[in-house]
């Protein structure tokens, strides 16, 4: 055999080891739905956001956007896929509503 014959030839494209990164910080990649849900979250934030930039008031901005993450804060953990969906469309409504009270009262211009 030749020195050429013994030499193992390994790829770019082939995974040598079966650890990650995330899970060797103990997290596990998110499935397809699990990620779904976290950009419709992500979306619904960036909407807030937006929307209270736009408050002139800075004491009525700065609760609404405070309310949000606090919000946001207390549900981080949540992995159930339904009450997720859940947590997202409550979310969406209250986020209209309060808008829509904004709006009303004069507080909040529509874009």
Known sequence: MTATALIKRTYAT????NSSRLRSRGKSPLGLDHFIQR????????DIVRSTASISEPG???????????EFEKHRHVTDLSHIRY???TGKTQFD???????????????
């Open 14 to 17: 082939v995974l040598r080891t």
């Open 39 to 46: 950009q419709r979250a992500l979306a619904l934030w960036r």
């Open 60 to 70: 009525i901005r700065q609760e609404m956007v405070q309310f949000a993450r606090s």
């Open 87 to 89: 947590l997202i469309s």
């Open 97 to 111: 509503t309060m808008k829509g009270t904004l709006i009303n009262s004069g507080v909040l211009t529509e874009a």
